[in-house]
């Protein structure tokens, strides 16, 4: 399947808004997939993002094998460690923090993907990391030993984004981080969108239907939610397939 990424530009360009489920393997059983899937495919949900910051060696490519049973979404891997690539996936986001400046994860663990990566057909998409403060530390920052930018240094949030599209990548990540106590606020959204080109993503904190049109609204085109359907997957019914308006 090579044509994730020309699916989300081809959507950008109709402002068709695209909407992302991330399933954290450590945290999803196996025995629930099933169920939870079937939400998924009756939501209006356009991808499913597998991946998290601290998972055990191995149960991505299981949870992955038991997604892909029951819908034909495509499947993305959203990986915090080399070891969270599986061939069994749809494509992957090839992740720069470029929002830190640990080595490590602008391009140590990159290299260290590269011998793996070679042995799947994953559709690569390079994909500019910006991870945001948002009031508490998070998984990401713990692991990747970063720091967020802060949500009022909103011009080093810009020039970051725009620096990675200058690099060459294809989707820039606005990302609160998992469990955040509030969603990236919609002007820092709507400045970043006005300095990029390329697709952007934004995820972390989001947790109602109102904050996933106002990301949209902003300039997200694909909006990422993960937590809120962990804590409460009532949430699904409220995003029955429909039109979102922008």
């Known amino acids: 399947m090579n044509s994730i990424y020309?699916?989300?530009?081809a959507s950008k360009a109709k402002d068709e808004k695209l909407l992302a489920v991330l399933i954290d393997p450590d945290k999803m059983n196996l025995n629930d997939a099933s169920r939870f899937i079937s939400k998924v495919n009756q939501s209006i949900a356009?991808?499913?993002?597998?991946?998290g910051s601290e998972v055990d060696e191995g149960l991505t490519d299981s949870l992955v094998i038991e997604v892909k049973k029951y819908t034909n979404l495509p499947v993305v891997l959203f990986p915090g460690d080399v070891i969270q690539i599986t061939d069994k996936a749809d494509?992957?986001?090839f992740l720069s923090l470029i929002s830190g400046?640990?080595?490590?994860y602008l391009i140590g663990k990159q290299v260290e993907a590269v011998s793996k990566l070679a042995k799947t057909n994953l559709e690569i998409i390079p994909t500019g990391y910006l991870l945001i403060e948002n009031g508490k530390e998070t998984a990401v920052q713990r692991v990747s030993e970063t720091k967020p930018i802060q949500r009022k240094d909103l011009q080093?949030?810009?020039?970051?984004?725009k620096a990675g599209e200058?690099?060459?990548?294809?989707?820039?990540y606005l990302e609160a981080g998992s469990g955040a106590t509030h969603a990236i606020e919609p002007h820092i959204i709507s400045e970043v969108k006005q300095q990029l080109n390329i697709p952007l993503i934004v995820g972390g904190g989001i947790r109602t239907k109102t904050e996933i049109e106002a990301a949209y609204k902003?300039?997200?085109?694909?909006v990422v939610i993960g937590t809120a359907f962990e804590d409460n997957e009532a949430f699904f019914d409220k995003l029955k397939k429909q039109q979102?308006?922008?």
Do not use: E
């Not at 902003?218 to 694909?222: F, P, Q, T």
């Open 166 to 172: 200058l690099l060459g990548l294809k989707l820039i």
């Open 91 to 93: 494509g992957i986001l």
């Open 6 to 9: 020309k699916n989300i530009t």
């Open 101 to 104: 400046r640990n080595p490590d």
């Open 156 to 161: 080093t949030i810009k020039d970051t984004a």
């Open 218 to 222: 902003s300039g997200a085109d694909i």
């Open 46 to 51: 356009t991808h499913i993002f597998v991946g």
């Open 244 to 246: 979102i308006h922008n």
